[in-house]
């Protein structure tokens, strides 16, 4: 039987993590006022941030995409963890030992759960870089030391790194960790190693300088390993393969060092190799990260926005560094076919004399990088200035050229704000009138079609004042327990006309009402685990993070305020209800009915009063 982790013990876990942190290591998080926070979603692809976080009640979620829940929730959906591994893993960080007990509530030892594939990889890399550290001392890893101090890197650069070294031996890495109880699956699963002709597993990574490539949250996922003999048949650089971890379309070499000083900055520079983003770091742009082994693509810019937090205020800036013009200009024309945000905040740094940011550091020092990162030009810019520099502006047919050459470019600029200034600053260099370079421009652009921004999905409308009402008062529940409690409890779920909001009335009576709950993550969970179906499940986090609708405190005055607007029409409807009654009734014949749903309509209808005149209060 499979142990479980004691229920005082996953409360304690929800108490002592800090959410925030938690989050705030995938994603940049800003304060948004009322206790809440916000960033760019990780479940879906955003351009303004629509996902809140409130650390105060432990939960998430989108108001764009409709995720939600707690710090746990937040681990199993973004790396794939079990419940019990995330907890586990939440646990380690905050110093609290875990207890296990079997389904009759006794005691046991330790977990006898399997942990998941998931984990499993993740702990064969941690264990796999270990040993690549500490081979990267043996006299055998001699070149591989000195392939790094060549370059600038002394011992402490390489621990902070993390570089190793694979040694010249068929199995060593195998058979350490076959030692350590990983199984042929999980070394061959994780991209370590891999079967030889003769069926024995063989280490993927030989002879070769390795450079751990983590996640954002400092979990090793992969490595990246560099030739170091002639005689290597290899390619220069070998990477892991695509595994259940490591997705090369979405890993950014460096972002779990650079990602507090991107968010920090609002900037972030794109460097081409292990070695770039080590001399970066070091000479004082801590801010730079590196594709491992594919092109910069719209994967990555939907990360790195993610940390950026590139939205319409916050105006981030993303450095692309290139050892000659050739390549940059075939990047910068690449990069305009992304999307048209991502464009405006693109900029070009280019090496003089074609050196990377690594030789440079080598060759000239600290300062010679942050000089190199500092002078960056706009992409359109950089791209406008290529194409015209192909052209002799000194005759007509030149500058003709040249204009026909840049329309295009311009055209696909969707600012318009930039494409005027553009316009402005290259008239002048043709020799022509803006007017003339704004057709040019135009001609092009007609035959492009609009970009379609879809509507961000709404739950339950909240437009009416009913359904507003109702929203509200479910909030003040969750939130606010010990303020909307009795009053709350005494209402039940008839007035809640929308089907979710009713779910989530009965959740909060079955997770033992709001008059006996403390307001924190516990009681989220609670009402949560509480709720019947997953869509109620949704809209118990939403509630939890959206913010009240009235500026101070909420007291009783305004819950019962709120019962009276929600309770109001369900009266009314029966107050209406009984009239019809009463005119079927001849009052000379059934007298006794008739005075028995008379006294009821009365009664009715002073409660129909004393709700219209609490509803009344002006409140909001
Ligand atoms: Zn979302």
């Not at 800090?18 to 006022?33: H, K, S």
């Not at 009416?464 to 303020?483: D, F, G, M, N, Y």
């Amino acid at each position: 039987m499979a142990g479980r982790i004691r229920d005082a013990d996953i409360q304690l876990v929800r108490e002592r993590v800090d959410i925030a942190e938690v989050i705030g290591e995938r994603v940049t998080l800003r304060n948004a006022g009322g206790g809440n926070l916000k960033g760019l979603c990780p479940f879906h692809d955003e351009r303004s941030p629509s996902f809140n976080v409130t650390p105060a009640r432990g939960v998430y979620h989108c108001f764009g995409c409709g995720v939600g829940g707690d710090a746990i929730t937040f681990l199993t959906e973004i790396d794939g963890l079990t419940f019990v591994e995330a907890v586990e893993r939440m646990a380690a960080r905050a110093g609290l030992k875990l207890t296990y007990e079997d389904i009759d509530g006794r005691v046991q030892r330790s977990p006898s759960s399997q942990p998941g594939l998931k984990q499993r990889l993740l702990e064969a890399h941690t264990a796999a870089a270990a040993f690549y550290t500490e081979r990267l001392i043996d006299p055998e890893a001699e070149t591989a030391r000195r392939f790094l101090t060549e370059r600038g890197f002394d011992r402490d650069a390489a621990a902070t790194f993390g570089c190793g070294y694979a040694p010249d031996a068929w199995d060593a890495l195998t058979k350490h960790l076959r030692a350590k109880g990983f199984t042929a699956e999980e070394l061959t699963g994780a991209g370590l190693a891999k079967p030889s002709r003769t069926g024995n597993l063989i280490d993927r990574f030989r002879r070769r300088l390795v450079w751990p490539i983590r996640d954002s949250s400092a979990s090793t996922i992969g490595f990246g390993a560099r030739k170091l003999f002639e005689d290597d048949q290899g390619p220069k650089y070998l990477n892991t393969p695509e595994t259940p971890l490591y997705k090369k379309s979405q890993v950014l070499y460096g972002i779990d060092l650079a990602r507090r000083e991107i968010a920090k900055t609002g900037r972030v520079v794109i460097v081409e190799g292990y070695t770039d983003v080590m001399a970066c770091h070091l000479a004082g742009v801590p801010v730079a990260v590196a594709t491992c082994g594919t092109a910069f693509g719209a994967e990555h810019i939907r990360i790195l926005r993610r940390f950026l937090f590139d939205s319409e205020s916050a105006n981030g800036r993303i450095v692309f560094t290139f050892d000659g013009d050739e390549a940059g200009q075939r990047a910068a024309l690449k990069a305009f076919d992304e999307e048209q945000r991502f464009v405006s905040q693109t900029y070009i740094a280019v090496t003089p004399d074609g050196q990377d940011p690594c030789e440079l550091r080598q060759h000239k020092g600290d300062e010679a990088v942050r000089e190199l990162i500092e002078r960056h030009t706009p992409l359109v810019q950089f791209a406008l200035d290529r194409e015209i520099a192909k052209h002799d502006l000194d005759t007509a047919e030149g500058r003709l050229h040249a204009t026909r050459a840049i329309a295009p470019l311009l055209a696909r600029v969707k600012d318009r704000g930039l494409v005027d200034e553009y316009i402005g600053d290259y008239a002048g260099r043709l020799g022509k009138e803006k007017a003339e370079l704004r057709r040019a421009v135009a001609g092009v652009a007609s035959g492009q079609s609009a970009e379609e921004v879809p509507a961000p999905r709404r739950s339950p409308d909240a437009d009416s004042t009913q359904l507003r009402a109702q929203r509200e008062i479910l909030k003040l529940a969750l939130q606010h327990p010990q303020v909307a409690g009795p009053y709350f409890d005494a209402v039940d779920a008839t007035p809640f006309t929308d089907p979710n909001y009713r779910a989530v009335r009965e959740a909060v009576e079955a997770a033992g009402g709001a008059g006996k709950a403390t307001a924190g993550a516990n009681w989220i969970a609670g009402v949560s685990a509480s709720c019947a179906e997953i869509a109620a499940q949704a809209l118990v986090n939403e509630l939890a993070v959206e913010e009240l609708r009235i500026d101070r405190e909420p007291d009783a005055v305004y819950v019962r305020t709120l019962l009276a607007r929600i309770q109001r029409p369900v009266v009314e409807a029966e107050v209406a209800d009984l009239k019809r009654r009463l005119q079927r009734v001849n009052p000379s014949t059934d007298k006794d009915e008739y005075m028995s749903l008379f006294g009821k309509l009365m009664g009715l209808e002073q409660h129909v009063r004393s709700l219209r005149d609490q509803a009344a209060n002006a409140v909001e």
